[in-house]
């Protein structure tokens, strides 16, 4: 099961810098801009519908894929059109994929692979099925190849050194598995797709990079770290409702937002929160602030992107079109 291989990985965490600014303590009671609490900010150009690279056609049912072969941590879209449709959905790594509906469109779905998934060829089924009660499956090979990941030492100040634990790492990816494990069958995210939780990003820390904290726990880097300062904004990235807002020991003060269709991003180390669980918020709405709490080293903000339960890259996702 992919969901099992997320608790196979180890965590995460973040940062860089290894020096703690004087002034990090009491962020907590900074107040947000005036200004900053409730507007939208929608970044702009929403990406072109790409062409498939491949299509296939069998029993009434055209399949188009929009991508070669899928990298470790990385997601694929797959559309599927038949007259009469009236569903859709994949079973790849023995996980079941539903398919969204889009008007006049078919049906679409994200396939994502897990950034542990061994690089092999798998077979991919697509299962149609039609208003006159027709059945079709269709099996593709599907290649998984190697993601590019790098290495890192890191090292924690003595202060949050009790973070550095496999035991505190497996609760808390069990804990996030939980969540990611909802599938909520709508598509709540729109049509101009996930954009970069906080404006003018300075991208530091990559996805997926196997780490190693104070030359003890080895541990792979679950999301992409943001360069920021205390008390910054933090966007959604995407419309969603909030799946959980609270504290974690690792990430810190985090809200994860469901998108829908086993669609989740997740905001961390915040020093504040500014949304409940359960709320329905919009696309650039402010949903927290910067901080530095978890195992953190400094400030800094740590995205995650979550997809049918596997962690894949975030900034991958954000340049990904999806309707
Ligand atoms: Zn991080």
Redesign the pocket.
Known sequence: MKRAGIAGFAL????LMAWRPAGAQGIEDTPLPADATQAPIITPTPLPRPAPVSTVEQDGTTVELFFSTIAQGQVGLVHVIGAGLAGARARLFDDLIDFFPVEGDGFYGLLAANMEQNPRSYDLTIFAWYDDNRRVSIVLPLDIVRGDFIRQDITMAPDRAYLVDAEIERGELAKLESIFSQRTPEHLWDARGFQMPILNSTLT?PFGAFRTFNGILQTR?????IRTTLGVPVMASASGVVAYAGRMDIRGNIVVVDHGYGIFTTY??LSQIHVTRGQSIVKGQIIGVTGDTGR?SGP?????VAVNGAFVDSIQFTQTWLP
């Open positions: 995460v965490l973040c940062l820390s880097h679950t999301g992409w770290d961390n180390h953190s800094h903000f740590h995205w995650e």
